[in-house]
């Protein structure tokens, strides 16, 4: 649905000064329609410049970008401006703000009616279509309020109801819920997941919360200075040894009880949850197993357990036990003591 | 002079200075917001980015503001003459004082439009709208109490520049001042002028005020007044909950 293939996105501070920053370098993005896409990453790494990208509020320095099957970056024209054709496609393409940019001069269903009125409806049809869409997101009875009446929660709402009104394929959103408390967030997080399924609605999202991911994506991103660096759906993810992705999304705690001690971090998905494996390793190895720490959780609607767990011995003394874990078909990272990070088993 | 005599001068001078000030407001208005929206559009980073217009049109209001008015009429003449056939009469004066508004009208456009957020113009970028779409919707609607505010300056500011046309002949209570007040020492007509002035500019002042802080108490981003905020806080989070049905 959305496609962007070698995006970059050279900043430069004055047309004559040399100073330049390189926000995007060469981002391959693919996102399947009627998936939820989360984008995650530093501050800094180049997120809302992707996002940006995808709709040309920024003008990428190189690639193209191809939503719902047409190249925007060949409707983008020369100029700063953009031409009829790319105002055409953007109406098609609905986005939400982290700080909302609601009109205050406006009621809260005007705000709704004004992407129907820059589509040139008319005024009747204007108003059935917004206050259907209040109603969608639950804020039927606002719609004579002004934005400067709501709570945040409330005004994201408006802003999504907004975003729909021009029939979107495409919802992009950046940060829409990090001005929000916990608790709001997670409805609004809710509220963009129902649109999805229900509307078959394809939303990219930038967040800097793993939660968010958590909660709704199906597939995700991590990008780091400009590049994606991993990508994939949740579940690939969570199923990739060493993934950077999946142990910040799914992070277990513990340190090794001292050296000369084996310490692995073991995944537990599917048929593979419900297995004693902990118990049949101990009792045929007759070792001594420590549980350093442990988690189940729900990840992109997966039911999902990581155990850290630490074995006697060094590595080379464990090899045939971590064989055994590995024929259960459970997912195992080995931590290495020298090297904080994750080793990736290939690796070894 | 009774004040049966002084009274249909007085409303003579009061109608004078009406017209001069209207026209001259309407003609500085209808002007100084195309070039004072302009002034921000063709800035750097503007939608219609454009250094050279930006630098002529800022040169140009910078010239006018900055000239005084009653150098400005003087220098305006023949100008004044060609526009409506004579250089004196509260007439005559309209175009000295709707010049001189105008460049003072666009600066403060300038400044009240600059402080529209831009996530808003980018909203509705994002939207498909074009730059006269946002203009209109936007920009102009978003600035408005402060445009109102810009306006009453602007009032207050054309009615102190029509005491000096009076002064030059154009009619209107300047005149009335220093030809009655002035040249004849009576001081009672000249402290009348000066009530009837301070009247017309508080009430001005008051009205632009009032329009203003109505327009941005329903908009104002810092959130409800009072009263709604007491309300909200016996329903917290009222539409948080709601789901999609
Ligand atoms: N308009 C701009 N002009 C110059 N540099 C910019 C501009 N916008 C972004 N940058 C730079 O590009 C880089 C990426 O910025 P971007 O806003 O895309 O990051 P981000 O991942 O969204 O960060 P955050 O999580 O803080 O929003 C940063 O180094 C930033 O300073
Ligand atoms: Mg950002």
Known sequence: MITTSGLTKIYRAHRSSGREVTALDGVDLHVREGEVYGVIGQSGAGKSSLIRCVNLLERPTAGTVTVAGRDLTALAGRGPRAGRELRQARSRIGMVFQHFNLLSSRTVQDNVELPLEILGKSGKERSRKALELLDLVGLADKAKSYPAQLSGGQKQRVGIARALAGDPKVLLSDEATSALDPETTRSILQLLRDLNRQLGLTVLLITHEMDVVKQICDSAALMDRGRIVESGTVSDLLATPGSELASALFPVGGEASGDDRTVLDVTFHGDSATQPVISQLSRTYNIDISILGAAIDTVGGLQVGRMRIELPGRYEDNVVPIGFLREQGLQLDVLDREQPVLVKEAAK | ?245
């Open chain 2, 1 to 245: 002079m009774t004040w049966s005599q002084m009274q249909p001068l007085l409303e003579q001078a009061c109608i004078e200075t009406l017209i001069m000030v209207g026209w001259s407001t309407l003609i500085a208005v209808a002007g100084g917001l195309p070039l004072g929206i302009l002034l921000v559009l063709t800035d750097r980073h503007g939608l219609l980015q454009n250094t050279v217009v930006n630098k002529v049109i800022g040169q140009i209001v910078n010239v006018g503001r900055s000239m005084p008015f009653i150098i400005l009429m003087v220098a305006l003449t023949s100008f004044t003459r060609w526009v409506t056939g004579t250089s004196i009469g509260s007439e005559a004066a309209i175009v000295p004082l709707a010049i001189s508004g105008i460049p003072f009208f666009a600066r403060l456009v300038e400044t009240a439009v600059r402080e529209v957020d831009h996530g808003l113009v980018e909203a509705v970028q994002a939207m498909g709208g074009n730059t006269w779409t946002i203009v209109r919707k936007v920009l102009v609607p978003e600035a408005l109490p402060s445009l109102i505010a810009s306006t009453t300056t602007t009032v207050i500011a054309l009615i102190g520049y029509s005491a000096m046309a009076g002064a030059v002949g154009g009619g209107g209570l300047g005149d009335f001042a220093v030809r009655y007040g002035y040249q004849r020492f009576d001081s009672e007509l000249m402290w009348i002028t000066v009530a009837i002035l301070a009247v017309v500019i508080s009430l001005i002042q008051f009205a632009g005020d009032f329009a203003a802080r109505a327009l941005h108490r329903r908009g104002a981003r810092s959130g409800p007044g009072p009263t709604l905020r007491f309300l909200k806080a016996k329903d917290p989070a009222a539409g948080d909950v709601g789901k999609v049905a």
